[in-house]
């Protein structure tokens, strides 16, 4: 059966570090498109982080310099390596993959996979 699993999420403080993972089964991660997104209470979903097949990556402003993708093919897993930590990065973080046919879409439920997310809270 294919699936996306995340995991990582956590409970931290102001300007701690998390590693959330996301690992693919019934398919080759790296044969495709992949990206974190993460809805707040409320608002819309937001791509935090997307990685081509190529291997070209872009973040949204707000993580950049601090959030890092990158994939373990071996493991057939896409990481999120997510630094100095904020309270406002405390949701729910949902991985998708797709085919590199079109488009990175708006929110993780229009990617062609996804998982069921992972928490992070970050607290003072």
């Known amino acids: 059966a294919v699936r996306l699993v995340e995991s990582g999420g956590d409970s931290v403080q102001i300007g701690e570090s998390l590693r959330l993972s996301c690992t693919a089964s019934?398919?080759?991660?790296?044969?495709?498109?992949v990206a974190w997104y993460r809805r707040q209470p409320g608002k819309e979903c937001e791509l935090v982080s997307s990685?081509?097949?190529?291997?070209?990556?872009d973040y949204t402003d707000s993580v950049k310099g601090r959030f890092t993708i990158s994939p373990d093919n071996a493991r057939n897993t896409m990481y999120l390596r997510m630094n100095s930590l904020k309270p406002e990065d405390t949701t729910v973080y949902y991985c998708?993959?797709?085919?590199?046919?079109?488009?990175?879409?708006?929110?993780?439920?229009?990617?062609?996979?996804w998982g069921k997310g992972t928490l992070v809270t970050v607290s003072s």
């Open positions: 998708g993959a797709k085919d590199s046919d079109r488009p990175t879409p708006d929110c993780y439920n229009h990617m062609d996979y």
């Open positions: 019934g398919f080759t991660l790296g044969e495709t498109d």
């Open positions: 990685i081509s097949v190529e291997g070209s990556t």
